[in-house]
């Protein structure tokens, strides 16, 4: 089936984007893996609004704090729980657990990093818009938070 996104006058892009998650949940078929070497991932989906991806987690596995390089999201845990840490001021993380079913969506300004902090694996399905075309690598340094690296589609993932 073919899932594609449209943007409705009164409907933010990022409430569209939930429920777009959901929709690729309830329509996947492709067959989650899991390496113990680092997360795996697959993309699922997309047209030239959005892209859709799915990943697993381990216990212990995470990403580092990063942004969407000014695409918003959302991101389902399908099963499993992950924690979200989030930047506030002072760059305090702030954590935020999501057990399956919960969507999580955020803007195009998102800093956060996601971990598998339980014992047991995850899944989660996250869709962007427009398509991710660059991610920005933090780290906090002295209090501040800092650059640490820029990637680009298609050529550091």
């Known amino acids: 089936m073919s899932i594609t996104f449209t943007h ?10 939930a429920a777009l998650a959901r929709r690729y949940a309830e ?3 492709i067959a ?10 697959a993309r699922i989906g997309g047209d030239s609004t ?5 990943l697993t987690w381990l216990p212990g596995q995470a990403t580092d704090l990063h942004d969407h390089g000014g695409s918003a999201g959302a991101f389902l845990v399908g099963g499993g729980v992950l924690t979200e840490q989030v930047v506030r001021r002072g760059a305090t993380l702030v954590d935020t657990a999501f057990v399956e079913g919960q969507v999580r969506s955020f803007g195009r300004r ?4 996601i971990v598998n902090s339980g014992t047991a694996p995850a899944i989660s399905l996250h869709v962007y818009a427009p398509a991710l075309r660059e991610m920005t690598r933090y780290r906090v340094d002295d209090g501040g938070l800092r650059v640490a690296a820029v990637e680009t589609a298609g050529v550091d993932w």
């Open 27 to 29: 329509n996947l078929s």
């Open 8 to 17: 409705r006058r009164g409907i933010r892009p990022v409430t569209g984007l």
């Open 32 to 41: 989650p893996h899991f390496n113990a070497e680092s997360r795996w991932y």
């Open 50 to 54: 959005h892209e859709a991806w799915l």
């Open 110 to 113: 998102h800093v956060h990093r």
